[in-house]
């Protein structure tokens, strides 16, 4: 009998999913540049399921059925190419190849141009949950035709996490769609994972908590609306001590965050589309900093504050304040990060529907949290919601919130312990609820150095002022 699926590359990610294919009965037909990966995932985990080893590219085309369906789960980049590149002329019109690594979603609308040139089905996806989902159940963000869809949707959304009774996975929307969506996943984890960070310092250092006793305050919170994976496992690295010298394990690690790209490209595109992300920017800023060792080295000296404690009283309360905050910051997170794929959706005509995003992401990934279930419920009311600050569960969250948003974000400033992540979210909203921004003094002070020309708030039309001259107004 001819196989289901066929899985390129058998690094961790390509092995786990195609032990989560052939665990649900699905015949997978294995290859790998190397065959040794090939035999040794047989030889270990043959009896999970139905495999069908093959050693050469032509061995596994011929082990498929039609149309046929290939993921190819090697690293973003050339690798991929060079995949696409050798498969490709073995394929025939209805074959679908699935990327289901990290790729860039304009290689990915490249790749599936070329592809459909060819009659070939090209579907970017997105997958989210490291080793642990690829095994065991993945948020899964596939893009490409709905036609690729039908014949690839079953058996992805069977492997992929199950909440509610519903899989974690749909069908994004054409082209680049799902590994777009993927970018801004993972631009919402760099953002969250901030949060939460900036959250544990000043718990830390602000009101002088040891990280076991943090680590019990975010079991705490993940008993609550910051239920979540990441909330979940902070309180596991908080709780964990180094066994060598018996210390905190968060103490021992190096504070230099490094990253892969994806935030990066998250930001980078934002820019691109005009979409304000800064939180998710910050968090990313943040990384680069955290690793700027001379920079940080050249600024050791610099004058803090002389107050640096908050005393035990106020420590009980502030506590709760921060939780207040990092609820709020999270929301306007989640925010940006779903204006960004709303604009990235208008700007290449995919149709994303948003609450679906939400809901596919509630299981599997990286970001699932219980808060997510409140975004669908935002898209469902009203799919063309400007901002999710504007859904009435949302305002009236953040309107609770703020006080004790501001109260940590001045203490903070107070004490000296960097927030920006809790900073520019505050200011996020703060901006967005304004009557009026200063940005009518930038135009004029544009216009003055450049006649780059403003509009009036009393009337239509373009005007320039001749400030170098007798300062009165033209209509351009
Ligand atoms: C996921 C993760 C995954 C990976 C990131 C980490 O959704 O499963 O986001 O894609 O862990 O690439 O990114 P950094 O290495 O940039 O932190």
Redesign the pocket.
């Known amino acids: 009998t001819p196989a289901d699926i066929g899985v390129i590359g058998l690094a961790v990610m390509g092995r786990n999913l195609a032990r989560n294919f052939a665990r649900h009965g699905h015949r997978v037909a294995l290859y790998n540049r190397t065959p040794t990966r090939t035999r040794a995932l047989v030889e270990e985990f043959g009896k999970e399921g139905d495999f069908v080893p093959a050693e050469t590219p032509q061995e596994l085309v011929a082990s498929l059925a039609r149309p046929r369906r290939i993921v190819i789960m090697v690293k973003a980049g050339a690798p991929t190419d060079a995949v696409i590149d050798e498969f490709v002329p073995l394929l025939e019109p209805g074959d679908i190849v699935v990327d289901g690594g990290?790729a860039h979603f304009q290689d990915t609308r490249r790749r599936e141009a070329a592809l459909r040139e060819r009659g070939l089905h090209f579907v970017g996806t997105g997958i989210?949950?490291?080793e642990e989902?690829a095994l065991n159940g993945p948020s899964i963000m596939p893009g490409g035709t709905a036609e690729a869809y039908q014949s690839l949707g079953p058996l992805l959304e069977s492997i992929a996490a199950q909440v509610d009774g519903r899989p974690c996975c749909t069908h994004v929307g054409p082209d680049g769609a799902g590994h777009f969506v993927k970018m801004v996943?993972?631009g919402i984890?760099y953002a969250d994972m901030q949060l939460i960070a900036e959250a544990y310092d000043l718990l830390r250092h602000g009101a002088g908590r040891q990280p076991a006793e943090i680590a019990e305050i975010f079991q705490g919170w993940n008993a609550g609306r910051l239920e979540s994976y990441l909330i979940e496992i902070t309180a596991e690295v908080l709780n964990h001590t180094d066994a060598e010298t018996g210390r905190p394990f968060v103490d021992i690690v190096q504070d230099r965050a490094?990253?892969?790209?994806?935030?990066r490209w998250t930001v980078q595109t934002a820019l691109d589309l005009g979409v304000p992300v800064n939180g998710i920017a910050e968090a990313v800023f943040a990384r680069s900093l955290s690793g700027s060792v001379a920079l940080r080295e050249a600024a050791r000296d610099l004058p803090g504050p002389t107050e640096t404690w908050l005393d035990s009283a106020a420590s009980d309360r502030f506590a709760e304040d921060v939780e207040q905050a990092l609820y709020a910051s999270k929301i306007v997170a989640y925010a940006q990060g779903f204006h960004e794929i709303q604009a990235g959706s208008a700007e290449y005509g995919w149709n994303v529907n948003l609450g679906d995003m939400a809901a596919i992401w509630r299981g599997g990934?990286?970001i699932r949290a219980r808060f997510l279930n409140r975004i669908t419920a935002a898209y469902q009311a009203d799919p063309q919601l400007p901002t999710l600050l504007a859904d009435e569960y949302f305002t009236k969250a953040l309107g609770e919130a703020q006080s004790a948003w501001r109260r940590v974000v001045t203490t903070a400033a107070q004490l000296g312990i960097p927030t920006p992540g809790f900073a520019t979210a505050l200011a996020y909203y703060d901006s967005l609820r304004a009557n009026r921004l200063p940005a009518a003094l930038i135009q004029a002070q544009r216009d003055f150095f450049g006649a780059h020309t403003y509009q009036r708030v009393d009337r239509e039309g373009t005007f320039h002022t001749l400030w170098a001259g007798d300062r009165s107004e033209q209509r351009q």
């Open positions: 990290n989210s949950g490291g989902g996943h993972n984890e490094e990253q892969k790209g994806t935030g990934c990286i």
